[in-house]
């Protein structure tokens, strides 16, 4: 109990299990070895929009803890079937699935779904168990260990970072489903009543989140283009056109959505628990004989699959993203791991003889490189099997093209250039995970050229803590809650009389375990930095000549300012003794002050 009340459930569960059972010197595809958690929020089946499941794995990509996080009904589903949270490790002989349905766990044979997409091992499953099971599936790429292979919730949704895919695949678990009929027992249930009803009504009403439903993230381009902070071209063009913007942008996306009734069809696992948002699209290309194409588009699947590779034609990257969710790919990590090839190619730092595998040139522009790249990389075939080790492992492999890559720990960044905003970098640099997007945005939204990174700081530890506490409850964080309605509906739910300032500690608690288990790994301090590419300057529009900090130096004291505000060790970037204390998690100073120990002794230079 003591755990669950410093860390909630969803996000702060799942740390807390992880360090706990997951040893820093764990190889990620050893079965024995790591450990696969999954857990719901602590509001999952209670609350409007608490649609998200964490999942976390030591990451075969970065070799720390990763967590990621899928949305639909697959968080509530767990609850109902009498779960907070699932551990899974050790290989099966044989392949199997995972079924849990009112407190009882089954494992079952899935030779038969061995090598099949994610979307027919959901049909499959789903046929075997009940019909309203909600499903965590990998396809081919988990099955075959690529680095980057995600793990797709019911046909359309990804948690989709760090490669937790492959640390299924290792186990020989090819899906873990849930259903159940137990309703959580709520402490406060008639004061629950009253609250759900009223923040439902409240977010159904709210004009700026009915604005936000029309398009859900699809009209991202648009955004991104704006503010110069695209990945187009591999990064070299964060501002296009309003011309070229336009081709990928929301409207162009709506003119493809797909009729109601696949909409009807798919209305119990489309769209989050109890959300009042609805902001989930389908859509299909118009071309002629792409008719079995469904996607559910997101501005990261835009814009690592079309801008990335400088694919702008929307029915070509909407195929793009049908392939490689079938496949089980991340799509940010793959578009990275494809454009930063054809960069090289283009560059001449890579011959057409290194390219087994690839009957086409791996050219900006070209969808069906993109695609024969995506199957090469899923199959682990010739040039595929150097891109599915992520690019920091493929640069080595390959013995050049590393300064390229744009990635932070080994985790290749998500679709937002921080060179259109300042301090982003910062977040980036520093977050738990590596070059994710969703953990910390500074405030306000200024170019970075406006003044010093370390003045945004501690507005990016602000939204950081928010963010990690929506995912701890298990809440989208793209549906606006106030802080007193969380803090309420908790409440009401469990009985804990937590102060809103109390349960806010749970990101930074989370983030002082992360920061211990990745230095004993060899990756912080070492890591707490950003790509070259993001410090050369856009080269046009409105910010042209503006890179994502001052300068190395100013990036570097914005780093040291965060160690100043989370109460870290100046050196070696882990909690300091009294930060644990705060904390109420003393019992980690042990692992921090070897770790301190360790980082020194990476950092202290070679002897003569």
């Not at 694919?311 to 990590?333: C, M, Q, R």
């Not at 790994?521 to 410090?535: H, K, L, N």
Request: aromatic share 8%; net charge neutral; hydrophobic share 40%.
């Amino acid at each position: 109990m003591e755990a669950l009340r410093l860390f909630l459930g969803g996000k702060g569960l799942l740390y807390y299990l992880g360090y706990r059972l997951i040893p820093p010197s764990a190889d990620p595809l050893d079965p024995a070895a790591n450990r696969l958690v999954v857990a719901a929020g602590a509001l999952a089946a209670h609350a409007p929009a608490a649609s998200k499941a964490g999942f976390l794995a030591k990451s075969p990509l970065t070799g720390i803890l990763c967590d990621s996080y899928a949305g639909q009904v697959f968080a509530a589903k767990l609850r109902m079937a009498g779960f907070d949270a699932l551990v899974l490790y050790g290989r099966a002989p044989e392949p199997v699935y995972v079924y849990v349905e009112d407190g009882e766990v089954d494992v079952r044979p899935a030779k038969h779904l061995w090598g099949s997409s994610t979307w027919d091992t959901w049909v499959a499953v789903r046929r075997e168990t009940r019909l309203g099971a909600s499903v965590a599936a990998i396809g081919p790429a988990g099955e075959r260990g690529v680095r980057y292979a995600n793990i797709v919730v019911d046909g359309f949704r990804a948690a989709g970072r760090c490669g937790l895919g492959a640390v299924m695949g290792a186990m020989g678990v090819k899906a873990v489903a849930a259903w159940g009929r137990r309703i959580p027992p709520r402490a406060e249930p008639g004061e629950w009543r009253r609250l759900y009803l009223g923040v439902y009504e409240r977010l159904r009403r709210d004009e700026p989140t009915r604005a936000w439903a029309r398009y859900g993230t699809n009209d991202g381009v648009s955004v991104c283009s704006r503010l110069s902070m695209c990945p187009r071209r591999h990064w070299l063009r964060p501002w296009s056109p309003p011309g070229d913007a336009e081709k990928l942008s929301g409207d162009r996306v709506l003119e493809r959505e797909a009729p109601r009734s696949l909409y009807a069809r798919y209305a119990g696992f489309l769209w989050g628990w109890g959300c009042p948002v609805k902001c989930s699209k389908l859509a299909r290309p118009r071309r002629r004989g792409l008719e079995h194409v469904l996607v559910k588009p997101e501005y990261e699947n835009l814009a690592m699959l079309g801008l990335a590779p400088d694919v702008l034609d929307p029915d070509e990257v909407l195929y793009t993203e049908w392939l490689v969710n079938s496949l089980g790919l991340d799509s940010i990590s793959f578009g990275e791991a494809a454009s930063w090839l054809m960069e090289l190619y283009e560059r001449g730092l890579v011959a057409r003889e290194e390219l087994a595998g690839l009957s086409r040139e791996p050219r900006f522009g070209d969808p069906e490189a993109v695609r024969e790249l995506a199957r090469l990389v899923a199959e682990r075939r010739g040039i595929g099997a150097v891109l599915a080790e992520g690019v920091e492992k493929a640069a080595r492999i390959l013995g050049r093209g590393g300064e390229l890559g744009v990635h932070v720990k080994g985790l290749e960044a998500a679709a937002w250039d921080p060179r259109g905003r300042r301090g982003l970098v910062v977040s980036y640099a520093t977050a738990d995970v590596g070059a994710s997007h969703l953990r910390g945005w500074p405030r306000p939204h200024e170019p970075p050229s406006r003044g010093p990174a370390a003045e945004t700081v501690k507005s990016m530890i602000a939204d950081r803590d928010w963010k990690a506490l929506l995912d701890s409850m298990g809440l989208c964080s793209f549906v606006p809650y106030e802080p007193h309605e969380v803090e309420a509906l908790y409440r009401a739910v469990t009985g804990a009389e937590a102060s809103l300032e109390e349960l806010m500690l749970v990101g930074w608690r989370t983030e002082a375990l992360a920061r211990i288990h990745a230095a004993l790994a060899g990756r912080v301090p070492e890591g707490d930095t950003a790509p070259p590419r993001w410090m050369e300057p856009i080269p046009e529009g409105p910010l042209r000549g503006t890179r994502a900090a001052l300068g190395w130096d100013d990036l570097r004291e914005a780093v040291a300012e965060f160690y100043r505000l989370r109460g870290y060790h100046p050196e070696a970037g882990v909690p300091l003794p009294e930060t644990l204390e705060r904390l109420g998690i003393a019992w980690a100073a042990g692992d921090a002050e070897r770790a301190v120990e360790e980082a020194r002794r990476r950092l202290s230079p070679a002897p003569a």
